[in-house]
C-alpha cells in the first residue's frame, strides 16, 4: 500500500504575517491636508465650474435636451438628466468641496 504526502495549497499564517510586519517597520508617517500643491488647480476648476463654465455646462445640456424632445420621442430622461446636471453645477461643486475639506 502507498500513502500519499498531502501538500499544504492554503497558505499559511506567517506567510501574511512576516511580510505585513516588515512593511510596517519601514513604513513612514503620513500626514494628509498639509500639501497644497493641487490648491491653484482646486481653486481655478472650482470658479470655472461655480462660474461661466457652470452655466455652459446646463445651457449644453439643456439644449440637448431641447433637441432630444423635438425629435419627437418623448422620454422623462431628456427633461431630467438637464435638470440634474443643472442641479448637480450649482450646488454638487461646494457640497464635494465642503466634503473633501472635512475628510482631510
Known sequence: M????????AP???????????A????????????????PALTMFTDF???SGGKIITVLSLAGGLIA???????LGQVAV???????VGTGVPI?????TAVI
Not at 499559511?12 to 516588515?22: C, V
Not at 510596517?24 to 490648491?39: M, N, P, S
Not at 424632445?69 to 422620454?75: I, K, N, T, V
Not at 438637464?82 to 448637480?88: E, F, K, L, N, T
Open 49 to 51: 465650474l461655480e462660474g
Open 24 to 39: 510596517l517597520a519601514i513604513a513612514g508617517a503620513a500626514y494628509a491636508g498639509a500639501d497644497t500643491t493641487f490648491d
Open 69 to 75: 424632445l423635438a425629435s419627437g420621442r418623448f422620454a
Open 82 to 88: 438637464p435638470v440634474g446636471v443643472g442641479i448637480g
Open 2 to 9: 502507498t500513502t500519499k504526502t498531502l501538500t499544504r495549497s
Open 96 to 100: 464635494v468641496t465642503s466634503v473633501v
Open 12 to 22: 499559511r499564517l506567517r506567510d501574511y504575517i512576516a511580510p505585513a510586519a516588515l
